[in-house]
C-alpha cells in the first residue's frame, strides 16, 4: 500500500529533516507530521488531532522507546489498524523478529545514503 499521509516518530531532529527532504524528492503532496516524542505522538493520536495512514517509527528514543510504543498503540482499538513502519538504525535479525511480532507491518534500516533512502521510502509513499 503506498501512504500519502505519515507520521514519523524519531527524536533526532536531523532524521526528521532528511526524511523530508526525501518525501519532497518523491512526492509533493504528502502531508505528514514530526515527533520527537512518542508520548506526545501517542496522545495527539488518541485525541484524533492526527489520523495518519501509516507510522514510522525509530526504535532508540527516550522518554518512551519505540517498542513501548508500539506496545501501547497495539492496546487502543481504534488505533490497532494503522500500519506501524519500523525505521531504525538496527538492522538485527531478532530485533525484527521481535518487531514484527510486536504487530509492526515493517522493518526498514535507516540507509545511510540519501539516494537509498528514497530507493527505500519511494516504493511507500503515494505520489
Known amino acids: 500500500m503506498k501512504y500519502n499521509n505519515i507520521i514519523l516518530i524519531d527524536d533526532d531532529e536531523e532524521d526528521h529533516q ?9 512526492s ?13 505522538a ?7 488531532n492526527i ?9 532508540n528514543m527516550p522518554l518512551m522507546s ?6 501501547q498503540i497495539k492496546q ?9 513502519i519500523i525505521f531504525t538504525t538496527s538492522s538485527d535479525p531478532s530485533i525484527k523478529e521481535m ?14 545514503d540519501f539516494k537509498d533512502l528514497i530507493a527505500l ?3 511507500l509513499i503515494l505520489k
Do not use: C, W
Request: net charge negative; glycine share 6%; no cysteine.
Open 18 to 26: 532528511i526524511f523530508l527532504a526525501a518525501l519532497e524528492q518523491i
Open 28 to 40: 509533493n503532496s504528502v502531508k505528514y507530521h514530526f515527533f520527537t516524542d512518542g508520548r506526545k
Open 42 to 48: 501517542l496522545q495527539d493520536l488518541i485525541s484524533g
Open 51 to 59: 489520523q495518519p495512514q501509516a507510522i514510522f517509527l525509530d526504535l
Open 66 to 71: 519505540g517498542h513501548e510504543f508500539l506496545a
Open 76 to 84: 487502543i482499538e481504534k488505533l490497532q489498524s494503522i500500519p506501524i
Open 99 to 112: 518487531s514484527l511480532a510486536m504487530g509492526a507491518k515493517d522493518f526498514l534500516t535507516k540507509p545511510s
Open 121 to 123: 521510502l519511494e516504493p
